[in-house]
């Protein structure tokens, strides 16, 4: 079914290829079809005159044998022989009944010239014409017209008919015929085998060639389900073993590729990187500036400006330490995977009491559910703590952001035997449909939305899950209100003690 599917793809390499050769083919078989049809046409047509022929002859040669059976030596002088004796030798009278002739003496000696003004039957003469059809059957012919000695193709009876005439020296007239109906089959069915074979090998060869291609073009396909497997962060090399030398150059190039894109990323990387801590300090430095201004006494319009300030220098802060933790997720390297896993009850206990004072502060309940369990304390995730913490905390902390006064927010932890489910359902505006690809694009904010952020925390959360080949699905915390947001991560399961 897959080689079918490709066939018909109108760019498929196995459709060019195919079609290419199945026009050559088509060309090449209908040429050599025709031509195979049309001599073998012709030689089946020959043969049937021959065998038309070889019966007069037999015809012929039983009237003889019949009419000079009492005249053994004249037989013999005219070049009769029998077993055992050599040709021209007289033989005894007891052989007579086995006596044969060379064809060409007995043409010489006992059927007229195809020349002779007597080899011909005349119009209005009648002719026994032993069929081949019926088994030898005779039909007792008039003729109303004048024929040569030879083959003919007369109508007898109201059909149609193939004869051989031939006259003996003694102007008997011997002749053989066959249903020109019969005829034409046994020719067609001859020339039709002549050409059967290149019919036949036509469609097979082009089945050939697909399955030929078929298996070619199979390593192409192998290098492009490994590269749509592939996580958008793995540039690592393409194995080029086991590749066939025609596409190597492409494999080489794609990896060359692959190492150019992975530099980029790493110089963008660390570019943002630098900066972001280049800026760190006199952040540090002007928030303490503006903590020291703001402890003197200074007018109310003076302090107010000054408390728009610290909170600019917050929120710029936050989105500097946001950039560090969106890279540092986006980055190539695991080097902060550990290999144990994250003790889901350690990073969300600690993620809940570091933010429970920010919930306070909007009289927001935090929920925890599924951590109750016994064997909680064992259900880890196949992350870095410091990974899981940052999706843990983000999720957790825009849930907060974006629910109103007096709302709840709820962190529930399932797990089966291979997935680690964290979800995180808040009672705020929720997300719609339309918009839930674009949140997890750095920066992107919904219009709208007058909560405070910087739009890199889903962005962060994405690069990590799909950094650890999971999940992160977004959903509405009460489908029939169409209200609240739920945010659901899979990741894979940690079974290390």
């Not at 049937?48 to 053994?72: F, P």
């Not at 201004?293 to 302090?303: F, G, I, N, Q």
């Not at 529930?412 to 449909?433: L, Q």
Request: hydrophobic share 45%; charged share 25%; glycine share 6%.
């Amino acid at each position: 079914m897959r080689i079918l599917t490709n066939v018909l793809h109108s760019s498929s390499i196995i459709r060019r290829a195919v079609v290419g050769c199945s026009l050559v083919l088509i060309v090449f078989m209908v040429i050599t079809a025709l031509g195979s049809f049309a001599v073998g046409y012709d030689a089946a047509k020959s043969r049937q005159d021959r065998l038309l022929k070889e019966v007069v002859g037999m015809l012929s040669r039983d009237i003889v044998q019949e009419r000079y059976r009492d005249r053994l030596v004249e037989l013999t002088r005219g070049g009769f022989y029998g077993p055992g004796s050599m040709l021209g030798e007289s033989v005894e009278a007891s052989n007579a009944e086995v006596l044969t002739m060379d064809d060409s003496v007995f043409e010489d000696s006992f059927e007229l010239d195809d020349d002779s003004p007597k080899a011909m039957v005349q119009a209005g003469e009648t002719v026994l014409v032993r069929m081949l059809h019926k088994r030898g059957r005779a039909m007792s012919v008039t003729f109303s017209r004048s024929y040569w000695d030879g083959p003919h193709t007369v109508e007898l009876f109201g059909e149609q008919y193939r004869i051989f005439l031939r006259t003996l020296s003694g102007g008997t007239h011997v002749a053989a015929g066959q249903l020109l109906t019969e005829r034409n089959r046994a020719i067609l069915f001859s020339a039709l085998t002549s050409a059967a074979p290149i019919l036949i090998l036509a469609p097979v060869m082009l089945l050939v060639l697909l399955f030929v291609l078929w298996k070619a073009l199979k390593p192409l396909k192998s290098l492009a389900g490994e590269l749509d497997e592939r996580r958008a962060e793995d540039l690592n090399p393409i194995d080029i073993r086991g590749v066939p030398q025609e596409i190597q150059r492409l494999v080489e190039a794609t990896n060359g590729l692959l190492e150019r894109v992975g530099d980029m990323r790493r110089r963008e990387a660390r570019f943002v990187a630098d900066a972001a801590h280049e800026l760190r300090s006199p952040m540090t430095a002007l928030s303490l500036q503006v903590d020291r201004l703001s402890e003197m006494p200074l007018a109310d319009d003076v302090k107010a400006r000054v408390e728009d300030i610290k909170n600019a220098i917050a929120r710029t802060s936050n989105l500097i330490s946001q950039l560090l933790a969106l890279k540092r997720a986006q980055a190539q390297n695991e080097e902060h995977r550990s290999e144990d896993g994250a003790e889901c009850l350690k990073v969300i206990s600690t993620v809940i009491a570091d933010l429970y004072w920010v919930a306070e502060q909007k009289q927001i309940v935090l929920n925890v559910e599924g951590l109750e369990a016994p064997d909680a304390s064992e259900l880890k995730a196949a992350v870095s703590e410091a990974d899981l913490s940052a999706v843990v905390r983000n999720l957790v902390h825009n849930a907060v952001n974006y629910t109103q006064q007096n709302g709840s927010v709820t962190v529930r932890v399932e797990s089966d035997d291979d997935k680690v489910r964290i979800s995180v359902a808040d009672t705020g505006p929720g997300i719609a449909p339309a918009e839930r690809e674009r949140v997890f694009d750095p920066f992107y904010r919904i219009l709208g939305n007058d909560a405070p952020g910087t739009g890199l925390g889903l962005a962060i959360c994405r690069a990590i899950v799909d950094k650890a080949a999971g999940s992160i699905k977004l959903d509405w915390a009460e489908p029939s209100k169409q209200k609240g947001l739920l945010v659901v991560v899979e990741l894979a399961r940690s079974r290390t003690v």
